[in-house]
Nanobody, 123 residues
Framework: VQLQASGGGLVQAGGSLRLSCAASGRTFTWYGMGWFRQAPGKEREFVAAITWSGVGTYLADSVKGRSTISRDKGMNTVYLQMSSLQPEDTAVYYC?????????????????WGQGTQVTVSS
């Protein structure tokens, strides 16, 4: 099992980014995928999640209205599109796989993790 997160970078406030998470392995057995972020000195925070079927999507209040999560099942890839980025969005963003339902916001329940991609938003 491997999760490869990419798409992070340096962006000005108000800008947009699309993060990608390419998954390999027995993805057909997974229930869902999530995105989390962790800023220096802070706990890992739930950002978004999607069921592997694509039917259910979930967004944290902090990004709701300016972010969407989607997946390309054929490509085994999950995307997090973020817009109107603010300096408080600066963090390392991680993708994670959830093997069993339900979708949860606790990072401790996720089974596999990618290496993270840095998002830095300048003011």
């Amino acid at each position: 099992v491997q999760l490869q997160a990419s798409g992070g970078g340096l962006v000005q406030a108000g800008g947009s980014l699309r993060l990608s998470c390419a998954a390999s392995g027995r993805t057909f057995t997974w229930y869902g995928m999530g995105w989390f972020r962790q800023a220096p000195g802070k706990e890992r925070e739930f950002v978004a999640a999607i069921t592997w079927s694509g039917v259910g999507t979930y967004l944290a209040d902090s990004v709701k209205g300016r972010s969407t999560i989607s997946r390309d099942k054929g490509m085994n890839t999950v995307y997090l599109q973020m817009s109107s980025l603010q300096p408080e969005d600066t963090a390392v963003y991680y993708c994670a796989a959830l093997l069993v339902p339900p979708i949860v916001t606790s990072h401790t329940k996720y089974d596999y993790w990618g290496q993270g991609t840095q998002v830095t938003v300048s003011s």
